[in-house]
C-alpha cells in the first residue's frame, strides 16, 4: 500500500541553524501539506502546495519557513533560523486529485531545537 | 469559541465495550469530517471519513455527522486493546483537494484487558 515517507525521522540542532524536512507524497498524490504537533497539543496546518506553489499557509508559516518540490517526488520544509519554539513533530501529508478531501500523513520528523 | 473541540480524555474502557468519541465545530463552512487515529509519536492514520448528515459504518468503526448540531462522533464496538491510541477528528471546509484539515485536540483511549 502506497505511504508517505519523511526523513529524518530525528533531528537536533542549535537554535539559529537552517533544517530541512524531507517528504517523499504518494505517487499520484498532487497536494501536499506541511502539519506541525508541539508536545502535547493539536496537530496544526502549517502550509498546502499545489502545482508548484503555495495554496494556503497559516499564521505560523511565516518568513523563516518556505517549502519547495524540488523534483517529482520530494517535497521539503526548511525552516531557515530556527528558534526553541519550533520545537516539534513535523508532518507531510498528500491527497489526491479525485476530489477527496482525505490526507495521508507520513510518520513525522521530531525536530528539537536547542 | 474553538473551531473544534474534543474532550481530551484520557477515557479507559474494558475490552469489548463500546466507546463513543465526539467532537463539536462552530465553523458551518466545515463539510468533510474525518476521523484519524494516532499512536505515541506517530503519523495520524485515517480512519474514516464522511460527508453528508448520517451514519457511515466500516467494520467495528461507525462515523455519524450531525451537521444541524455541528456534532460528529466515531462509534468503536466491541473495543480492543490494540484500540489504545488517541483519536483525532479533523475537518475541512472546501470541497476537493488542496485544503488545510482543523483539528481537534485529541481523546486518549486506553481499552484495558
Known amino acids: 500500500e502506497p505511504e508517505v515517507t519523511q526523513t529524518p525521522s530525528h533531528q537536533v540542532t542549535q537554535m539559529g541553524q537552517e533544517v530541512i524536512l524531507r517528504c517523499v507524497p504518494i505517487?499520484?498524490?498532487?497536494?501536499f501539506y506541511w502539519y506541525r504537533q508541539i508536545l502535547g497539543q493539536k496537530v496544526e496546518f502549517l502550509v498546502s502546495?499545489?502545482?508548484?506553489?503555495?495554496?494556503?499557509k497559516s499564521e505560523i508559516f511565516d518568513d523563516q519557513f518556505s517549502v519547495e518540490r524540488p523534483d517529482g517526488s520530494n517535497f521539503t520544509l526548511k525552516i531557515r533560523s530556527t528558534k526553541l519554539e519550533d520545537s516539534a513533530m513535523y508532518f507531510c501529508?498528500?491527497?489526491?486529485?479525485?476530489?477527496?478531501?482525505?490526507?495521508?500523513f507520513g510518520p513525522g520528523t521530531r525536530l528539537l531545537v536547542l | 469559541q474553538k473551531e473544534v473541540e474534543q474532550d481530551p480524555g484520557p477515557l479507559s474502557v474494558p475490552e469489548g465495550a463500546i466507546v463513543s468519541l465526539n467532537c463539536t465545530y462552530s465553523?458551518?463552512?466545515?463539510?468533510?469530517f474525518m476521523w484519524y487515529r494516532q499512536y505515541s509519536r506517530k503519523g495520524p492514520e485515517l480512519l474514516m471519513y464522511?460527508?453528508?448528515?448520517g451514519n457511515k459504518e466500516d467494520g467495528r468503526f461507525t462515523a455519524q455527522v450531525d451537521k444541524s448540531s455541528k456534532y460528529i462522533s466515531l462509534f468503536i464496538r466491541d473495543s480492543q486493546p490494540s484500540d489504545s491510541a488517541t483519536y483525532l477528528c479533523?475537518?475541512?471546509?472546501?470541497?476537493?483537494?488542496?485544503?488545510?484539515?482543523?483539528f481537534g485536540t485529541g481523546t486518549q483511549l486506553k481499552v484495558e484487558l
Open positions: 501529508a498528500s491527497s489526491g486529485a479525485s476530489g477527496s478531501p482525505t490526507q495521508y
Open positions: 502546495f499545489y502545482n508548484n506553489e503555495i495554496s494556503e
Open positions: 505517487s499520484n498524490h498532487l497536494y
Open positions: 479533523a475537518m475541512s471546509g472546501l470541497t476537493g483537494g488542496g485544503n488545510k484539515l482543523t
Open positions: 464522511t460527508y453528508s448528515s
Open positions: 465553523n458551518s463552512a466545515f463539510q468533510y
